[in-house]
């Protein structure tokens, strides 16, 4: 019997190449079956011979088992570390797009012109946000500015952001840094004003995920409980709600100091006698 080599090798002597012709050639757009050469399959000891050369190593049922053991704790840690982040700050998918893009900006907020960040401009209208790899803590405070610039907020707003050298290091998980801004409306009258909304920026430093990753940053407002997302799945691209909640905090602040100012003082129309009080 020969072999499958020889068969597959030297198939025109194993087809009836004249019975294959005569039917193809009615009405068949194919040509009559010719013979062919293919790739030599290898024999088994060819085979064995290769596997050999892999130089896997022997196993016994412990160390298969051990090994099986490690997968499964592996498997189990990187579940308990997703379990234990479900606000996403850790741990979350690539975000589709990590920047943001901008029109114009707005460089009044600040009081001054500030430069641009070289980590913060690809074009002229959009922003990369910082990838953990290259993570720099004087340059998100940059990247900061130019995402605060692009709110459209109340008139005369102006903003001012510092630094802030509360670090929380989170153990299997990675680094917490912050930012603040500080909103208010001075006047001529009152350059200094009594009234500060502030928003605190917080910025993620993940050690679990890839380095080519952009860092997590997020906000909350001054007494409210909401955490904002700058990218990701959970973001709201949109540069209008801060408005509200700014406006918000500067008028109950100034309301509760008009408050303490009018029980202390009086009104312009009955102000009080403070030295006939104190009698």
Not at 54 to 75: F, H, R, Y
Not at 107 to 125: D, R, T
Request: proline share 6%.
């Amino acid at each position: 019997m020969n072999s499958v080599q020889e068969i597959i090798s030297s198939p025109s002597d194993y087809v009836d190449v004249e019975v294959g012709s005569r039917d193809l050639e009615k009405g068949s757009i194919f040509a009559p079956l010719q013979p062919f050469d293919v790739i030599p399959i290898p024999d088994g000891d060819y085979l064995t011979e290769s596997i050999a050369n892999c130089n896997k190593p022997l196993c016994d049922d412990a160390d298969l088992e051990c090994i099986l053991n490690m997968v499964s704790g592996t498997l189990c840690e990187a579940l308990m570390i997703i379990q234990s982040d479900p606000r996403e700050l850790f741990c979350y998918k690539y975000p589709e797009n990590p920047s943001y893009v901008t029109n114009e900006r707005s460089e009044n907020l600040f009081g001054v012109p500030y430069g641009k960040s070289e980590y913060s401009m690809a074009s002229e209208q959009v922003r990369n946000w910082m990838t953990i790899g290259e993570f720099d803590y004087s340059n998100m405070v940059s990247l900061i500015r130019d995402y605060i610039s692009q709110w459209h907020l109340s008139p005369d707003t102006k903003c001012v952001v510092l630094t802030n050298t509360t670090r929380h290091d989170v153990p299997l998980k990675g680094s917490i840094y912050f930012i603040d801004a500080h909103f208010s409306r001075p006047s001529p009258r009152c350059p200094n004003p009594l009234a500060v909304a502030k928003v605190r920026f917080v910025i993620t430093v993940s050690s679990v995920m890839q380095s080519y990753y952009p860092v997590m940053v997020t906000y909350r407002f001054e007494g409210y409980r909401t955490l904002y997302y700058t990218l990701g799945s959970r973001a709201i691209i949109s540069n209008l709600f801060q408005r509200f909640y700014i406006d918000t905090i500067l008028h109950t602040k100034l309301s509760f100091y008009a408050e303490i100012c009018e029980s202390r003082h009086g009104t312009i129309a009955q102000p009080k006698d403070i030295a006939k009080d104190k009698k």
